[in-house]
């Protein structure tokens, strides 16, 4: 190179200083301009015209350099980002900001994929003004846009609305129109195999041509966020891995947890079987394992243990649960059904937890297991105990005379006191061939207290400890309905009077079989009474016949009103009977007026009740009379 001329020195060391401060374009020309203004020779203004193209090629390459530099400082700081940050927004956001700011355009954003919907959507934008931009959607293929999404290649163009490339359709077209949108270029965001996953874009609002250079840098940006994306999706991938597996470890422990406690559960009740406990045993072990309180009902819903007010709807909550064969729920309690086989032996209820989770309920539904074993065993026993005892019962029925002492001696063995006071109940079915349901009816009616039953001729008999909780009449009446739900047969029940010792209860039996067979002549069948609750036909059955106790019955009104007044009703009516119920010659023979014999019988209907008259009850009201006068003198 030739050295410069002595005159271009100043103007080279100004295109010096102008390189050295990064002036704009335009001053670099000002240095030729200004010589020609001096009046440099030719050879000088040669001189600095070449010198000043070489500066503008050092000054072009020199912000090139920059601009790299800048590039590559951007793309630093998005690797740093993705090192740093978890927060997936913010790192699409800083990428789509950084974008906008190194080509200089007016917007950037960045669209994602939507596979439920089959399109995709704005995930983020920078710069964006246009609330109908911002929610714009684009179709597989659609848009340039849709098509960078089809092709796996970067597009740009520097007037999209005129571009011919592209599938325009209206929603989009609008929405460009409505942010403002020229010049638009879009690169693809790949994964490994060419997946793309969105697509970044920038844009301005004047025409532009993208240089190849800066399709490169969007393109440097948009692996990035596909990275991010995908980093992101591997972490969401690996949450939700460990997610499952706590909540696997979690049910595994819940189940470790409930099969411990099942275990544990089940050896209580095996040594509580095992020690001879009884069913109230069983039910306040299984309260405590629950936390709750239980209670045991028979197979007719009367209670054994526990609390004795069962949930409404109790039998349909027993028969539905027996229908699924677990445990069911009715209002705050569950309801289990015991059963042996398909006979249903009865009912746990479970008060007090509303919520059972699976492990306690069928720790629940075990102890209905638990239970149905003991009541089997019970039964067992009880039949064994009933058998036997029920031979000695039929001895006593056949030859009470034969050993009195003998059968009293034997009968305390068995753990039955025959000198103590018993009721003789004797129970026919309406079917003759019901007598062996009946048979074991009666076994089930007496379970668990201290009677006997037997078989006896056509008959099936019943020996109940009087308790004095209930009259003869009374507990012939409870038996009958029992006995018949049991069976499901209408039985007739008689009783004798309580009675004590081989012979009086023997008789006491003839009586009660006298009363079976006075309510089916009454066409009664299918009731319970006794001899007393037959008026003067008990009378005439009984054993004994029991005068004083027909008498109080039928006439204890009037008896009892005499003796607090001191009247007269009971002579009134025996002269109003005795006179053929002529009120004329009662008042002659009670020698009163007739209207005080008018007023006496009133009050006698008042007392009685207005059928006194009437001839059956007449006939039992003269038959007391009559008796009543014979026991006074």
């Keep these: 190179m030739n050295d410069p001329l002595p005159g271009a020195a100043p103007a080279l060391r100004r295109l010096l200083d102008l390189l050295a401060s990064g002036a704009a ?29 070489t500066a503008l090629r050092v000054h072009r390459t020199l912000r090139q350099h920059r601009r790299r530099e800048a590039e590559l400082t951007a793309l630093f700081d998005t690797a740093g ?29 960045l669209t994602l994929p939507d596979e439920t919907a089959g399109d995709t959507y704005m995930r983020v934008t920078d710069g964006s003004v246009s609330e109908l931009f ?3 959607r684009l179709s597989l293929g659609d848009g340039l846009g849709g098509l960078v999404a089809q092709t796996a290649r970067p597009y740009a163009t520097p007037d999209y609305r005129t571009d011919a490339r592209f599938h325009h359709t209206g929603h989009i077209d609008a929405g460009v129109l409505d942010e403002g949108l020229i010049a638009i270029i879009g690169v693809p965001l790949l994964l490994g195999g060419g997946q793309v996953i969105g697509v970044l874009f ?137 059963l042996a086989g398909q006979e249903p032996l009865g009912s746990l209820v479970l008060h007090g937890r509303p919520g059972l989770d699976d492990a306690d309920r069928r720790l629940f539904e075990r102890a209905g297991v638990v239970t149905a074993l ?34 009293v001696a034997r009968g305390r063995r068995l753990g039955v006191d025959l000198g103590r006071p018993h009721l003789v109940l004797v129970a026919e079915a309406a079917d003759p061939a019901g007598r062996g349901r009946l048979a074991g009816a009666a076994g089930r009616y007496l379970f668990g207290s201290r009677g006997v039953s037997a078989e006896h001729g056509e008959s099936v008999v019943l020996l109940l400890p009087d308790d004095g909780s209930a009259t003869p009449g009374e507990a012939a009446e409870q038996a009958a309905d029992r006995l018949a739900r049991l069976t499901g047969l209408p039985v007739t029940v008689g009783a004798g009077r309580s009675a004590a010792g081989p012979l ?26 006794s001899a007393e609750a037959l008026g003067f036909l008990g009378v005439l059955l009984g054993d004994g016949h029991h005068v004083d106790g027909f008498v109080g019955t039928t006439l204890g009104p009037l008896l009892d009103y005499d003796a607090r007044r001191g009247t007269e009703l009971v002579r009134t ?61």
């Design 374 to 407: 003991l009541l089997l065993l019970r039964r067992s026993v009880a039949e064994t105990e009933n058998r036997v005892r029920g031979e000695l019962l039929a001895d006593l029925l056949t030859a009470p005379d034969r050993d009195p002492a003998g059968l």
């Design 25 to 53: 374009t335009e001053d670099f020309a000002d240095v030729l301009a200004e010589a020609r203004r001096q009046g440099a020779p030719a050879a000088v203004l040669t001189e600095i015209d070449d010198a000043t193209w």
């Design 134 to 136: 911002q929610n714009l």
């Design 504 to 529: 009086a209860l023997a008789a006491a039996h003839a009586e009660g079989l006298r009363c079976v067979r006075a309510l089916r002549v009454l066409g009664r069948g299918g009731d319970g009474a």
């Design 202 to 338: 920038a844009a301005d609002r004047t025409p532009r041509a993208f240089s190849p250079d800066e399709v490169a840098l969007l393109c440097s940006l948009a692996a990035h966020a596909a990275i991010a994306l995908d980093t992101a999706k591997a972490l969401a991938d690996t949450r939700a891995a460990l997610d499952g597996l706590n909540s696997a470890n979690a049910v595994i422990r819940a189940h470790s947890a409930a099969v411990q406690r099942a275990e544990k559960a089940h050896d209580r009740l095996t040594d509580l079987v095992l020690r001879g406990a009884e069913v109230p045993d069983v039910a306040a072990e299984v309260a405590a394992l629950l936390g709750g309180e239980i209670a045991v009902h028979d197979a007719e819903g009367n209670t054994l243990s526990g609390p004795a007010a069962g949930p409404q709807g109790l039998t349909e909550a027993v028969a539905a649960s027996r229908a699924e064969g677990r445990a069911v729920r009715r209002g705050d309690a569950w309801v289990c059904v015991v």
């Design 573 to 633: 009516l025996r002269a109003y009977f005795d006179c053929g119920g002529s009120l004329t010659r009662a008042k002659d023979e009670l020698h009163v007026h007739v209207n005080t014999v008018v007023q006496r019988l009133d009050r006698v209907e008042a007392l009685l009740g207005r059928d006194w008259s009437h001839p059956e009850r007449s006939l039992e009201l003269q038959l007391a009379l009559r008796l009543q006068l014979l026991s006074d003198t």
């Design 81 to 109: 980002d993705l090192a740093a940050s978890r927060d997936l927004d913010a790192v699409l956001q800083a990428i789509v900001r950084r974008a906008r700011l190194l080509l200089g355009t007016d917007t950037a954003y």
